[in-house]
């Protein structure tokens, strides 16, 4: 019924080792190096490119549509047009490439590749005539 003195004793000395503590030092360093610090550098490199973004680059949104920058806001948007004539407003954010570092947009629609338009303010044909020249 009594404990024997040899449980009795404790098996470890009550003292710090550090021995205890270093595998969850070592796991530490690996999710820093192998986690941590890419993600940093990737996010880094995000902002870099989204600051550099002016008129004329060709980027990529995050919902995959690409189009070219015809105006930078400094409320942290930008005007993307998609197609010719249909301009859209975008969060600098959700573009996360940019494709190409073009020459900046000129405002007449005739200097940026366009169709002029015929007389009287329309044009003349659809899509298969544009395709036939």
């Known amino acids: 019924m009594f404990v024997s003195p040899a449980y009795a004793q404790s098996a470890g000395g009550g003292g710090f080792d550090f021995m205890s503590i270093l ?12 986690l941590i610090r890419p993600q940093q550098k990737r996010a ?47 969060v600098k954010g959700t573009i996360i490439e940019v494709r190409g570092k073009g020459e900046p947009v000129a405002d007449q629609p005739s200097a940026a590749g366009g169709a002029k338009p015929a007389e009287g303010g329309e044009q003349k044909g659809g899509l298969l005539s544009k395709l036939k020249k």
């Open 23 to 34: 595998p969850l030092i070592l796991i530490f360093v690996v999710f820093y190096f192998l």
């Open 44 to 90: 880094k490199d995000h902002k870099a490119m989204l600051e550099a973004i002016r008129r004329g680059d060709t980027v990529t949104t995050g919902g995959g549509i690409i189009g070219k920058v015809t105006k930078v806001n400094e409320d942290g948007t930008a005007q993307v047009e998609i197609a010719e004539g249909v301009r859209v407003k975008v």
